[in-house]
């Protein structure tokens, strides 16, 4: 058997009929029976039917495997089981996945914060009807708190790369304080990159030619939520023209033509389905071969009032139906293959990520931006208490220890937008993405093969 790895190498050799794609963590020792019998697949092991062979992808290691066949399954078994994605019969994974991730928490503990959503302002220029953060007080951020922003981020992130996520609100009504932060980031020789989520509709060539340069802007996330006229009256811009919908749509452009990669985002509801259907075909016309811009479509949450089972079924046939027409169409690519254990949920439960809003608050949660705060950059003291109340995590039920992605659900008792008991709707769609995207890196992998031979 011949072994190629993409990231931490284990043995250095050349892909021929077994490919392992990223890395693990540990390696299984005196585990190794005599008979294959003795072996099963580890039920944290998602498995890919492709051309010529099978896919397996493990989701606590995050490795990925191409097998050809049975006689290579045979062939290649120690390997398999050293790497876990075959284990003995009285294996239990459960408490290997508990384990490890007990070990690499305690083992990925940091003394920096690099991760920062900064609300520049929670004012906006639209009003749409979903909005989270309607009734919340309009607050901007000043020049000086921006400024001490800067200052905090420079003394918290210790050195460490820096990501910025520009949040609101609609950051770009108050560009000023993005600005002030990236320059005083930049002259003090901070290395940092950032990311946007905005409606898009203020950019203009100067503001991209400035997130691009200044801003070192990586990725933006834009909401459209159907064609012209759902558009319009979904986001109800205050002073609109009614050229809205146009001029977002180019502004996307534009960003992708500036190497801003553009995730578009598809609220959607009962309301507005068919309409997104018909906006996906107009995104397939203008967008299909930008390999800059994805698109992707999320149920809007909590307008539905009472839910029942039916009503479930229903969002999640509608759901499905848009999906997949975004993956027909060469729209989609937010394939869920992780790397590696998931440790966090979000950058709630995560000690390295905070956020800041305009009045330089510190919180932990985008969608509660004046509840559960933990302190202020202008104070070093933390609310502990506050912080631990994030971490605080559902028990998963004996559903989740069957399914195969528990290592890669971590589900917080205090996100607006989880429950108790997650939707197995939700798992079986993603675990129905991860197939398709072993499928991909199939295809991709025999490309290149198939490319190198004939090169030879």
């Known amino acids: 058997m011949e072994l190629f790895y993409n990231h931490k190498c284990f043995v250095k050799e050349a892909f021929v009929k077994v490919g392992i794609f990223g890395y693990v963590n540990c390696i299984m020792k005196n585990e190794i029976c005599q008979y294959i019998s003795e072996y099963r697949l580890n039920k944290f092991v998602i498995k890919a039917n492709v051309q010529d062979g099978w896919m397996l992808y493990n989701t606590t290691t995050g490795g990925v495997v191409f097998i050809q066949s049975e006689a290579d399954l045979y062939e290649s078994l120690n390997k398999l089981v050293e790497l876990y994605y075959y284990v003995p019969l009285s294996f239990d994974e459960v408490k290997w996945v508990n384990k490890l991730r007990e070990e690499t928490n305690s083992a990925s503990k940091v003394n920096y914060i690099n991760g920062f959503t900064i609300l520049t302002t929670t004012d906006c220029n639209a009003k749409c009807f979903y909005c989270y953060e309607k009734g919340l007080p309009r607050v901007t951020m000043t020049d000086k708190i921006a400024k001490d922003v800067a200052d905090y981020i420079i003394k918290v992130s210790s050195d460490a790369p820096v990501h910025l996520r520009w949040f609101g609100g609609e950051p770009l009504l108050n560009h000023n304080a993005i600005d002030i932060i990236s320059n ?3 002259e003090n020789g901070i290395k940092f990159q950032s990311t946007m989520i905005s409606n898009g509709l203020l950019f203009t060539d100067s503001i991209i030619k400035k997130a691009k340069s200044l801003w070192k ?4 996330q ?12 979904a986001k109800s811009f205050k002073e609109a023209d009614g050229n809205e919908f146009q001029r977002v749509t180019d502004n996307i452009s534009k960003l992708s033509d500036a190497n801003i990669r ?3 985002r598809l609220n959607q509801d009962f309301y507005n389905t068919t309409d997104l259907l018909e906006l996906v075909d107009y995104l397939t016309s203008k967008f299909r071969k930008n390999k800059h811009i994805s698109v992707y479509n999320n149920w809007l949450y909590g307008e539905n009032g009472e839910t029942t089972n039916l009503i479930e079924a229903s969002k999640y046939e509608k759901f499905k139906q848009l999906q997949g027409k975004l993956i027909r169409c060469g729209l989609f690519h937010r394939y869920p293959l992780e790397k590696r254990i998931r440790l966090s949920h979000c950058m709630a439960d995560n000690d390295a990520s905070v956020l800041i809003t305009p009045e330089g608050n510190i919180g932990k949660c985008e969608h509660l931006t004046n509840q559960h705060l933990i302190g202020s950059i202008y104070n070093t003291e933390s609310d502990y208490r506050e912080i631990l109340r994030w971490k ?3 028990q998963p039920t004996p559903k989740c220890f069957e399914c195969p992605l528990y290592p890669q659900c971590v ?3 205090m996100c607006p937008v989880e429950s108790e008991i997650c939707s197995w709707d939700q798992c079986e769609n993603k675990i129905e993405l991860i197939k398709m995207a072993l499928v991909k890196k199939y295809e991709s992998f025999r490309n290149k093969i198939e490319t190198t031979e004939n090169e030879v």
């Open 217 to 220: 802007l990586k990725k933006i």
């Open 222 to 233: 834009i909401t459209l939520d159907g064609t012209k006229v759902v558009y319009q009256n």
């Open 262 to 264: 553009v995730s578009i």
């Open 184 to 186: 005083n980031l930049n």
């Open 411 to 413: 589900r917080i008792k």
């Open 392 to 394: 605080e995590q559902y």
